[in-house]
């Protein structure tokens, strides 16, 4: 009895408080705070509080700070400063609806690092006023140093499941409940509209005037989203061969596959970081297993940029891997590549006279799914590749990435496409700049690669700027 009404007088002196968490005035949006350390206590965001410390740095042990059950403002937010020389795996424990809960986070070795994260559930508006402990142990090696130089609590605004930017040429957009991959991205200057023509839904500029019918969408996105296995995305592979149970995907075994938009159970990656400005979107998520339930989700995570620029969207990627397990090189999709369907023919150069505007393109008129094809690849000499309508002078969608890589293309359910927002229909067309990498617990990798529209004269000329 006396624990349910110590409950309850909890509830009535904090649900005031919960509320009043989510006005605007009372959102910290600096994420700033002050480092300081003794043996006995650890700044926590500008005070001093008290810590004890046990525990050892050590592969299957863990140093933890514990500070009982110190009272913060509200957050929903978190970052510490650290000092390490190894990969490591931390718990950070606070209170949450009135019990403790900890959750997993990692880190990266550096002398004077900083690390930030939402708390678990953020998007379902969870929050806590009291931190418990971090615990911290190695992961690379046996033993190693680290030192907890301070922590910050925030309380972030909660941002909405889509999250936009736009300039004069384009609006993008990532999903948050799809690990922040691009989701959306809408031409506004060429005036693009899909039309009903038989039944079949085509998508070009000007193409209620083109196909004399009437446009049933002016605002058209151009990726295809109709599950978190399409969009714009890092996605990888990895061949495990011992410790690791794989799961299976369309009766097949599957391997490790961090995907960023989620499982194929539509679950949701964790998002960890969202940095938003006027020209540019940052996401951090920690990934999901492919063919596995969100419960096992991935020691991982995953980087994104999205900056927009005259012509272009420029995308920078990282992925880290914190699992430990050997595995061996297979082919990567960097990235993989979803548009929307009405785009339908492949085009791309593979001459010997590479940005001279050479006229002669390669086009590929009659895709059709990949795995059904044979998994076909096209070399490229100037790194790009294209997916326009019907027409040489179609509208279209294409990626330039920098390495000069091969690229696999095709099309599932080939002019087949009835919805009116053609991103959300099954049907899609499909690039994968195929690299062969091996992915290396504890070794990241990075890549870039750029998005433009138009035409595919357009678009040469805009991935010509950052050839």
């Not at 926590?44 to 059950?69: H, M, Q, R, T, W």
């Not at 006023?129 to 605004?157: D, H, M, Q, Y």
């Not at 050479?358 to 997916?387: C, K, M, Q, R, V």
Request: charged letters at 25%; a negative charge.
């Amino acid at each position: 009895m006396k624990k349910i009404f110590s409950f309850i007088l909890s509830f009535i002196i904090l649900f005031p408080s919960y509320l009043f968490s989510f006005i605007p005035k009372n959102i910290d949006t600096d994420f700033k705070f002050k480092n300081g350390y003794t043996d006995e206590k650890i700044m926590l965001c500008d005070e001093y509080a008290p810590v004890e410390i046990s525990g050892e740095f050590k592969k299957g042990s863990a140093l933890v700070y514990n500070f009982g059950e110190a009272e913060c403002d509200w957050f929903n937010y978190f970052g510490i400063k650290y000092n390490t020389d190894a990969y490591a795996k931390g718990t950070i424990t606070y209170t949450r609806n009135g019990e403790n809960y900890s959750e997993e986070f990692f880190l990266e070795p550096s002398e004077s690092g900083n690390f930030y994260s939402f708390i678990d559930g953020m998007l379902d508006k969870y929050k806590s006023n009291k931190l418990c402990s971090v615990a911290i142990e190695p992961l690379n090696k046996e033993s190693g140093s680290f030192t907890l130089e301070g922590i910050g609590v925030f309380n972030r605004e909660i941002p909405e499941r889509e999250v936009f930017i736009r300039n004069g040429e384009y609006k993008l957009g990532v999903d948050l409940l799809w690990g922040g991959a691009l989701s959306y991205l809408e031409d506004l200057n060429s005036n693009v509209q899909a039309v009903k023509v038989d039944g079949r839904i085509y998508v070009d500029s000007n193409a209620s005037e083109r196909y004399n019918a009437k446009s049933v969408n002016d605002n058209v996105n151009l990726i295809n989203r109709f599950d978190p296995g399409r969009l714009v995305q890092q996605s990888y592979y990895s061949i495990i061969k011992d410790g690791y149970e794989s799961g299976e995907f369309m009766g097949n075994t599957w391997n490790y596959n961090p995907v960023q938009g989620g499982n194929q159970f539509g679950e949701s990656s964790k998002i960890v970081d969202v940095i938003t400005t006027d020209s540019s979107l940052y996401i951090k998520c920690r990934p999901l297993d492919w063919a596995k339930p969100a419960s096992d989700i991935t020691p991982s995570y995953m980087e994104a940029t999205y900056t927009l620029k005259d012509g272009l969207v420029d995308v920078s990627c990282r992925f880290v891997d914190f699992y430990g397990f050997k595995s061996e090189s297979t082919t990567q999709e960097m990235p993989a590549f979803y548009c929307i369907e009405p785009f339908n023919r492949f085009v791309y150069y593979g001459g010997d006279s590479p940005w001279t505007n050479d006229p002669n393109l390669s086009y590929e008129n009659e895709l059709i799914f990949w795995p059904d094809a044979g998994y076909p690849n096209f070399s490229t000499t100037e790194s790009w590749a294209a997916f326009i309508g019907e027409f040489d002078d179609s509208f279209g969608i294409g990626i330039y990435v920098p390495s000069k890589p091969s690229f696999l293309a095709g099309v599932y359910e080939r002019e087949k496409t009835t919805n009116a927002d053609p991103s959300k229909d099954g049907t899609t067309s499909y690039i994968a700049a195929v690299e062969w990498v091996e992915l290396a617990s504890f070794e990241p990798i990075e890549y870039n690669y750029s998005i433009s529209t138009g035409t595919i004269s357009e678009m040469r000329n805009a991935f010509a700027t950052v050839k």
